[in-house]
C-alpha cells in the first residue's frame, strides 16, 4: 500500500523547478526574487503540508503573499521607528 | 520432570519432535503425533463435498468448526489435517485451485500450529510426564509474566579460517570455542576431524552454536566438505544427529525502498544456531530480548533470531487472532475504501513535521511521547477489522477525516500492540540499570513496536488495511499540533517538531510542567529526552536556505552530545571522518559556544595533520556500503560498483542488498581485504573538510571558508562571533 499522492515537499521541488524556468528571462535582481520566494515555499513546506489540497500551488503562492506581508510589516515598524 | 521448551520441529510423518531441557541440565527428545490443519471457507454444499474427497486426496482427517471472520462473523468452516507440513501445502494447492474456496491459518508453521494448539510457547517452563503412548505436558509458566526463568545454556562458537577472502575457497581451520575461552582447533581437509568436532559440540552439550556467516557459508561448506571426505553420515551439528541439508545462498528483497539480502536460515534440531552476521536481535536487546520475543510470538528462537521485525509482529497478530479464536487469513485481502480525489489527498499524509529553525539554540529541550504511533494505535482500537469509511454513531472518530473506528470490539492489532506496550512499560519500571535483562527485553520489544504501524500498512499483512495506517497519522498529526500550541501558550518558543517529539527553548515555565501537560492532552506519556546546553540545526546541503528536520547535533547540559543526519551517523562515513568529527564536537562540548568554532577548527586542522602523515590505521579509511544491485548493473562507475567488480573478480560473490566494504586509494577504490595502493588522502581530506562544514555551518559558515580556515594558520579571530539564530 504505502502513499500514492506526493508530499507537499515533494511538489514544492517539482513546482520550484518548473518555476525556475522563468529565470533565462528574468532580468538580475527579479530573479534572484523569485528564487528567494520560491525558498520561502521550501522552507514553509511544513504549513503548506496542513492544507492538502488538489491544487497545492495555491497554497504555495499563500505561502509567498505571507511571507511578503511579513517583510512590509517589518519595514513598517523600521520605518515607524525611525520616523518616531 | 519439570524443565523448558526449547525446541520444537516436525518429525516426520505425523510426528512433532520437541526439545526438552530438564532442570537438571539434560535435554532430551520427545515425539508427540501431530498433524497439522488448515481451514476452509467456501459455500455450505462446497464445504460438503471437499469433506466428502478431501480423505482421498491426501487429508488424515477434515472436521466442521466454527470460527470468527477477523470481521467479527462467525462461519462454519471445515478444518482439514494433513500428516505434515509438505502434505499440507500440496493439498491446499489443490483445494485452491477452485476460486470459490478460501483458506485461513493455512501459512502457519507446524511447530507453531502444534504449540498454540496446546497452549504453549517456546522456553515455556513445563512438566513433562509419561502417559499411554507417549509424553503429557503441563504448562507451569505464564505467557504475560516477565519474571520467568531460563534454562543455564551451554555455548559454543564456532568459527572458520578460508584460503582466500570473502568467504570464498577452501576451509583451512575450524575452531571451535567454549565458554571459559577454551578454543580447540580441527584440521577441516581430514575426516576425522569433523566426526570428533561433532562428537565434541554433542559430548559437551551445547545448547547455543554461535557462528559468523554459518547461515550463508559455513555450515554448508562444513557439510559439503564431510561429504567429499566421505563422513557425512557420522558429522551432523544438530542434537540428533540427523542430516543438515543446507542449501546455503540467500535472496534479495526491498524494505522500505532499501535493497537488502538475507541469508537462507540454516536451522538445526536440538540446538540453536545463532548466526551473528544474519541475527537480527544483537544490536538491540541481544539474545535476552530475542527470547523474550520468541515467547511471547510463539516463534522458535532461531526463526525469531532471524525473522524481520514485521514478520514478528506478524506472529503475534496471528497468536491474538487464534486465541480469540479467529481465522487467521493467508495474506491480507482488504481492498481500500473508494475515496474522492479531495479525500485520498487528505488521508495519504504521514506525521507532522515542523521544519526546525536553523542555525544555533541556546537552552532547548526535547521532549518526545513514549511509543506514539503505538500507544495511539492502542488507545483507539485501530485495526483493519475495526475501521469504518463512515464514522456511525458511537464510533471514535478520526480528525479531518471521515473515516470512523467501531469501539464496541476490540481490534486484531490494537490487542497485539497494547500486550507489547504493557510488557515494554513493565520491563522499563523492572530495569534498574542500562543494559540488564529487563533493559534487553523492552529494546527488542521497542523495535517491534516501531514496525508496529509501518506494518498495518503493508499491502501483504493479514490484518492491515490502508485507512487504519492514515488514521494512525492524522491521530498523530493532531496531537502533535496540540502539543505545539500547548508549549506556545506556555511561553515556550518550539524550534522544531516531528512526528513524536518538540524542541522547546525554555520559556518561563519550566520544562516538567510541558511535560506533564503534554502527556495529559495527549494521554501518552511523554518525557524529558535531552536538555541542551545549544543545539544547531543544518539546512539543506543541496539548497542552503532551506532547513531540513533530520540534520541537527548538540550538546547537553551534562557536557554529553548527540548527534543526527551527520556524517558520523551514517554508516557509509569512513570511522576516521566519523572519529574526527565526534572528537570536534567533544571539544565544543567543553567550552563556551563563543569558543566553539575555535576548538572545531583547530580539531578539524589536527585531524588533517593526521591524515597526511599517513598515520591513519587502514582500518579507518574503510567505507561501508550496500549494494542496490548486481555489479554488471550499475550504469556509472561508481565507487562501490568499482570496488564489487573488484570483489567478483576475486572470486567473491556479492549481491544486491549486501554490504561491501572498500578504501578509496590512488588507484581508485579497492575491497578492504585486498587494497595494495596507497589511500586517495585528497578523497579523505574533502570528506573531513565537509564533515568540519557540517558543524561549522550552523554558526554561519561556507564550506569554502571552512576550507580556508582548516588549511590556513591564522585568522581565527573571525570565529569569536558565532552567529546564531534570529528568533
Known sequence: MGRSTPT??????????ECLKMMRVLPEKERSALKNLLDVVSSRSDAGSLVPSPL????????????????LNDLKTAIDKGGG | MRGWILDVHQDGPGLVAMWFKSETGSTIKLLFEYEPYFLLLAPSWKLEEIHERVSGMGATSSEFVQKSLPSGKFKRMLMVRAKDGPSKKHLLKKLLRDQDVIAFD???????????????????????????????????????????????????????????????????????????????????????????????????????????????????????SADQLGVSENF???RDMSKMGFGGGGFSFTSYGVVRWKYRPALLRGRYHIDLDNFMGLPEGGLEGVFDLSRSCCVSVQKTARTSIGGIMSSLEDLV??????????????????????????????????NPIPGVHEDVVEI??????????????????????????????????????????????????AFLLRRRIACSHMSSKEDDVYDRRQKAIKLILCSAFGYLGFRKAKFGRVEAHMATTAFAREAL?????????????????????????????????LVRRMSETVGVPAKLKVDYKWV????????????????????????????????????????????????????????????????????????LRTLREGSVQPELLVIRKKLSRSPSEYRHRVAQALASQFIEREGGTVMPGMEISFIMTEDGPQPSDLVSSAPDLGFYETALIRAGHSILEPFGFTEEEVESKAHGQSGLSSFLMPRRSQC
Open chain 2, 106 to 224: 493455512a501459512d502457519i508453521e507446524v511447530e507453531r500450529q502444534f504449540l498454540m494448539e496446546r497452549g504453549l510457547f517456546p522456553l515455556a517452563r513445563v512438566d513433562a510426564r509419561r502417559a499411554s503412548g507417549g509424553f503429557e505436558l503441563q504448562l507451569r509458566d505464564d505467557l504475560e509474566s516477565l519474571e520467568y526463568d531460563m534454562p543455564e545454556f551451554k555455548r559454543a562458537l564456532l568459527s572458520a579460517k578460508t584460503s582466500r577472502p570473502f568467504k570464498t575457497g577452501d576451509l583451512e581451520e575450524l575452531n571451535l570455542s567454549f565458554e571459559g575461552a577454551e578454543t580447540i582447533s580441527y584440521d577441516p581437509k581430514k575426516g576425522e576431524e569433523f566426526v570428533s568436532l561433532s562428537d565434541e559440540v554433542l559430548r559437551r552439550g551445547v545448547d547455543i552454536l554461535f557462528t559468523k556467516g554459518g547461515d550463508g557459508f559455513l555450515l554448508q561448506s562444513m557439510e559439503k
Open chain 2, 321 to 354: 487472532a487464534f486465541k480469540r479464536n479467529i481465522a487467521i487469513p493467508m495474506e491480507g485481502d482488504q481492498p481500500e475504501y473508494f475515496k474522492s480525489v479531495l479525500s485520498l489527498i487528505r488521508s495519504d499524509r504521514g506525521g507532522f513535521v515542523m
Open chain 2, 236 to 238: 551432523s551439528l544438530n
Open chain 2, 481 to 513: 499540533l496540540k502539543v505545539i500550541g500547548l508549549a506556545e501558550s506556555m511561553g515556550f518558543k518550539v524550534v522544531h517538531a516531528i512526528v513524536d517529539a518538540i524542541w522547546v527553548r525554555e520559556g518561563e515555565t519550566d520544562h516538567e510542567s
Open chain 2, 368 to 417: 518526545d511521547f513514549m511509543s506514539l504511533y503505538p500507544s495511539l494505535i492502542a488507545m483507539r482500537n485501530i485495526s483493519s477489522e475495526t475501521m469504518r469509511p463512515m464514522a456511525v454513531e458511537g464510533d471514535i472518530t478520526v480528525p479531518e477525516l471521515d473515516l470512523g473506528i467501531a469501539s464496541n470490539r476490540f481490534g486484531i492489532v490494537s490487542d497485539a500492540v
Open chain 1, 56 to 71: 497545492p500551488s495555491e497554497t504555495a503562492l499563500i505561502l509567498m503573499v505571507i511571507h511578503l506581508k511579513a517583510e
Open chain 2, 536 to 607: 544547531a540545526f543544518l539546512n539543506s546541503r543541496i539548497n542552503p536556505n532551506v532547513p531540513v528536520p533530520t540534520r541537527y547535533f548538540g550538546v547537553t547540559k551534562e557536557g554529553g552530545i548527540k548527534v543526527r543526519g551527520i556524517e558520523a551517523r551514517r554508516n557509509d562515513t569512513p570511522p576516521f571522518v566519523s572519529i574526527s568529527q565526534l572528537s570536534m564536537l567533544e571539544s565544543m562540548a567543553k567550552v563556551g559556544l563563543d569558543e566553539a568554532p575555535v576548538v572545531a577548527v583547530d580539531g578539524l586542522r589536527s585531524s
Open chain 1, 8 to 17: 507537499f515537499r515533494a511538489f514544492t521541488k517539482e513546482w520550484s523547478s
